[in-house]
């Protein structure tokens, strides 16, 4: 006798067998997603604070030098003068580090460090991201050349 269908129980284990498999994969493919996106947002985060610290450091190479000491940025500004006598007054509140009332980048704390190796002026900048992104730092000669 030759068979010429499925039978009914035969289809119910195939039919249940296909459908664990695109919960499965339908489930891995979210996960994924969700995933994905909270990486994007975090790299975002990161390209943010990145790009910040960078405008940071030019707008200290273009003010006048700094006097050695540490500096933590906060509520209280720190004013950078510039070399044509403009001020710049950069502050941290609210999670974000801010300057000519423009949010610049987000951060958990911010400290500039500055001091002499003979003639050069070193600055070093620690930018801390809140949890769990990685710190940045930045460290370069902010000296002025004499004219």
Do not use: C, N
């Not at 991201?129 to 940045?136: G, H, T, V």
């Amino acid at each position: 006798m030759k068979r010429r269908g499925w039978t009914l129980l035969e289809l119910i284990i195939s039919s249940g067998l296909l459908l664990l498999l695109v919960s499965w994969s339908t489930m891995t493919l979210v996960s994924f997603s969700r995933t994905m996106r909270g990486l994007q947002a975090e790299g975002d985060q990161i390209a943010k604070a990145a790009h910040a610290l960078e405008h940071l450091q030019r707008e200290i190479l273009r003010s006048q030098p700094l006097a050695v000491g540490s500096y933590p940025l906060g509520e209280q500004p720190l004013t950078l003068r510039g070399l044509k006598g403009e001020s710049k007054e950069v502050r941290l509140a609210q999670g974000a580090v801010s300057w000519d009332s423009i949010v610049q980048g987000p951060a958990r704390q911010v400290t500039l460090k500055v001091w002499r190796e003979d003639v050069h002026l070193k600055v070093q900048i620690d930018w801390e991201m809140p949890a769990p992104l990685a710190s940045l730092q930045s460290r370069f000669d902010a000296t002025v050349p004499l004219p």
